[in-house]
C-alpha cells in the first residue's frame, strides 16, 4: 500500500503553545485531508486541501488552526495557540487523484498538551 | 445521530472463527469503506463498496452493503490473533469539491488466541 508518513510521531506542549504537524503525502496526490482522533473517540474530518488552498473545513477547523504546503511536497497543520483539548492523534491522508475514493492514511502524530 | 455507526462496539472471539461487525449510515452514500487501527496507530484501509454493489471480497474478508437499509457488514473469516484491532466504517459526504470520510465509533475486536 503506498505510505503517507507524519512527524512527529509524538509531541508534547504547553498550553498556549504553537505547533506544526507535518505530512508527506504521496506523491503525485492532489488532495490532502487532516482528521483528527481525540482519545477513545472516532475519526473526525478536520480540513482537506487542494491546489493549494482549503477546498473544504469542518467546524472543528477554526481560526487556530491553519493547513499549508509549504515547499510543494510537505503538507502542515499548525496549532496557533494549544488548548488542553487538541489532545488526539492526528492524521493526515491522501488519495491517488481527484476522483480516487480510497484515502490512505499516515501513522498519525499524537499530540499532548499540558 | 451518527453517520457510521458500528456495531457491536467491542467483540471477543476464539481465534479460528469468525467476525461480523456491521456499521448503519443515515444519510446516502457514494460509497463505504472499511478500515482497522490498532492500538495508537494509524488507519490501514481494508476495502471499499460502492453504493452500487452489494457485495465485495478481498482475502478473508467479506463486506456486505444494503442501501435499503442504509448498512454494511464486515465479516472477518477464519479470524486470527493478528485481527485484534479496531474496525471503522466510513462513508464519504462529496462537498464542494472533496471527499471527506465520516467515521463511526468502531468495533473493538479481540482476537483470543
Known amino acids: 500500500e503506498p505510505e503517507v508518513t507524519q512527524t512527529p510521531s509524538h509531541q508534547v506542549t504547553q498550553m498556549g503553545q504553537e505547533v506544526i504537524l507535518r505530512c508527506v503525502p504521496i506523491?503525485?496526490?492532489?488532495?490532502f485531508y487532516w482528521y483528527r482522533q481525540i482519545l477513545g473517540q472516532k475519526v473526525e474530518f478536520l480540513v482537506s486541501?487542494?491546489?493549494?488552498?482549503?477546498?473544504?473545513k469542518s467546524e472543528i477547523f477554526d481560526d487556530q488552526f491553519s493547513v499549508e504546503r509549504p515547499d510543494g511536497s510537505n503538507f502542515t497543520l499548525k496549532i496557533r495557540s494549544t488548548k488542553l483539548e487538541d489532545s488526539a492523534m492526528y492524521f493526515c491522508?491522501?488519495?491517488?487523484?481527484?476522483?480516487?475514493?480510497?484515502?490512505?492514511f499516515g501513522p498519525g502524530t499524537r499530540l499532548l498538551v499540558l | 445521530s451518527q453517520q457510521g455507526e458500528e456495531d457491536p462496539q467491542a467483540l471477543s472471539i476464539q481465534e479460528g472463527e469468525n467476525a461480523t461487525m456491521n456499521c448503519s449510515y443515515k444519510t446516502s452514500i457514494n460509497n463505504l469503506q472499511w478500515y482497522r487501527q490498532n492500538s495508537g496507530r494509524g488507519l490501514v484501509h481494508l476495502i471499499l463498496i460502492r453504493s452500487n454493489e452489494r457485495e465485495k471480497h478481498s482475502g478473508r474478508l467479506r463486506v456486505t452493503l444494503d442501501t435499503s437499509k442504509k448498512s454494511s457488514s464486515l465479516l472477518i473469516t477464519a479470524s486470527r490473533a493478528a485481527d485484534t484491532a479496531s474496525y471503522f466504517c466510513a462513508t464519504d459526504a462529496k462537498g464542494a469539491g472533496s471527499y471527506q470520510l465520516t467515521f463511526g465509533k468502531g468495533t473493538k475486536l479481540s482476537v483470543i488466541p
Open positions: 506523491s503525485n496526490h492532489l488532495y
Open positions: 491522508a491522501s488519495p491517488r487523484g481527484r476522483n480516487e475514493e480510497t484515502q490512505y
Open positions: 486541501f487542494y491546489n493549494n488552498e482549503i477546498s473544504e
